[in-house]
């Protein structure tokens, strides 16, 4: 099951920050965020990954709350290729059963012209 | 450099037949997974490769799938028998896998084969 919760859908302006939320309230200390994209089509793509320091790397940047039980993914200047499916995931390391990915439903980001 | 590769990408087949699907992984990748999406769903894990380890079968829904792993690079899906919910896209993904204790490793996925059963 997974164990994030994300709004169904989004919508933000091309060339505008994208900000998708995800809350893993039940997250635990040896869990990490992981996040992916589904572009129409497309196998998923992986973007980004954090345990709690914020993350940024060439497509994103990840804000994980000091808590844990929330992130935020920012797309900074999103284009309308960015149109797609983002999936928050959470994920145990230590534990070989970590390798299978369960994406729940996502959000769908529509990136308008 | 090249990433994950799927053929063919789309199959279509009828009720009965069995299919192969192959997949090519990134060059290096110890692990290979296979996942399969159907129509607007999320993904479901099949099976998983890891070097020279028995395979994780776990999540093969019936005996009618198998999968082998050659060499430690190549994979290939088999579907004996094929029904109509086998219907879906076949994704396979690969990574490098780090130790145990690490963080949990990336995959990095193929485009899918799109498996349509008549």
């Known amino acids: 099951d997974a164990k994030t919760t994300q709004p169904p859908s989004m919508d933000c302006a091309e060339g505008r920050a994208a900000n998708l939320p995800c809350n893993h309230s039940?997250?635990?200390?040896?869990?990490?965020v992981y996040w992916y994209r589904q572009i129409h089509s497309q196998g998923p793509q992986y973007i980004i990954h954090?345990?709690?320091n914020n993350e940024t790397n060439e497509m994103a940047s990840l804000i994980i709350t000091e808590d844990r039980k929330s992130s935020t993914l920012i797309l900074p200047h999103a284009t309308l290729r960015d149109t797609a499916v983002y999936y928050c995931i959470v994920r145990e390391f230590g534990m070989d059963s970590s390798y299978k990915l369960i994406f729940g439903s996502g959000t769908r980001l529509l990136v308008r012209p | 450099g090249a990433g994950v590769s799927q053929s063919p990408s789309n199959k279509v087949t009828e009720k009965g037949k069995d299919v192969e699907l192959r997949c090519d992984p990134i060059s290096g990748h110890t692990a290979l997974y296979w996942y399969r999406q159907s129509l607007g769903q999320g993904l479901e894990f099949l099976i998983y490769?890891?070097?020279?380890?028995?395979?994780?079968k776990s999540g093969l829904p019936s005996d009618r799938f198998s999968a082998e792993r050659t060499g430690g690079s190549v994979s290939t899906l088999t579907i004996q028998r094929t029904q109509q919910e086998d219907s879906a896209v076949y994704l396979c993904a690969s990574s490098p896998r780090v130790p145990s204790g690490g963080a949990p490793d990336t995959q990095y996925f193929g485009p899918g084969t799109r498996l349509t059963v008549l």
């Open positions: 490769f890891q070097g020279n380890s028995a395979p994780d």
């Open positions: 039940t997250i635990s200390g040896n869990e990490y």
């Open positions: 954090g345990l709690k």
